[in-house]
């Protein structure tokens, strides 16, 4: 059946859209929210600042004690299928950052300097409220 310009079955099937659209929307919505406020709430409790603390604090111990061990992480992540790659950068930006800037081949000092200025910008974002300096 052949429907015209401007019959009823199109506008129900826009509206059958429209419905599914809103329902996935509100999944979305939903699920963007309570992600954020999770994530929210991980950084102001200080759990962001440990997680990386200490993600730092072992790449530091790393550069020192074993810089090989350093190059087999940058490897091994790189050796992930795409998306494993995609999930580690997204996650661990700020570190996967620092390890990118160590893997160059800069001079050690410029290396060093970015790589504290790194760690010391991402946990200087997650320092806890309660840590912070108040007036």
């Given amino acids: 059946m052949a429907t015209t310009p401007g019959s009823n079955q199109q ?3 826009s509206a059958d859209a429209a419905r599914r659209n809103g329902t996935m929307e509100q999944v979305i919505e939903t699920l963007a929210r ?5 994530v929210g709430w991980m950084a102001e409790s200080g759990v962001l600042f440990a997680v990386f603390g200490v993600l ?4 530091a111990g790393a550069l020192v004690v074993s810089q090989g061990s350093v190059d087999e992480t940058w490897r091994t992540i790189h050796g992930l299928p795409l998306l494993a790659q995609l999930v580690v950068w997204v996650l661990f930006l700020p ?10 081949s800069w001079p050690l000092v410029i290396r ?3 790589v504290v200025g790194v760690a010391g910008w991402n946990l200087l974002m997650f320092l806890p409220k309660a840590l912070q300096a108040r007036p």
């Fill in 11 to 13: 506008g129900v099937g």
């Fill in 34 to 38: 309570s992600m954020g406020s999770g």
């Fill in 56 to 59: 730092w604090a072992a790449f």
């Fill in 112 to 114: 060093l300097t970015l």
């Fill in 95 to 104: 570190v996967m950052v620092g390890l990118w800037i160590w893997e160059t």
